[in-house]
């Protein structure tokens, strides 16, 4: 299973919840170039209408040349997910205000599959105390390095 985009601006950003798995409907073209690692998913959330839609994911063109003139790199894309996950997705993010965004993109046998995540947003004070903890373990991993060597 090999990571193919990262969204690690989610985890600073929210506080995650759970996680999903799911297919993602893609063209032949979007699939080479995630495959090349080109996919970003900064900035990406899902929306939900009758079915879950990716949006604001960036998916650049494989080769410039090939690709249709009405590509477009940030469409939605379709989410697939079960009816019962759809559901709950659906009355979690209605009710209780969450969110659902993008963590991963990743390989699963042929297919390429997207890791979900039920989140909740960080207040600013959240965000800087996690830039406390993330300092203080820097300066310990460095005092360790330095004894070690």
Known sequence: ????????????????????????????????????????????????????????????????SNTPKEDDPTRSRKILLSKKEIAYLTTAVQEKGLTVIPLRLYTKGDKIKIELALAKGKKRFDKRETIKKRDVKREIDRELKRKRG
Not at 2 to 21: C, H, M, P, R, T
Not at 33 to 41: N, T
């Open 1 to 64: 299973m090999g990571v193919l985009s990262d969204n690690k601006q989610a985890f600073f950003d929210y506080e995650i919840l759970e996680k999903f798995e799911a297919g993602l409907v893609l063209f032949g073209w979007e699939v080479k170039s995630i495959k090349l690692g080109r996919a970003s998913l900064r900035g990406a959330f899902v929306f939900f209408k009758q079915v879950p839609f990716l949006v604001n994911a960036s998916i650049p063109a494989y080769q410039a």
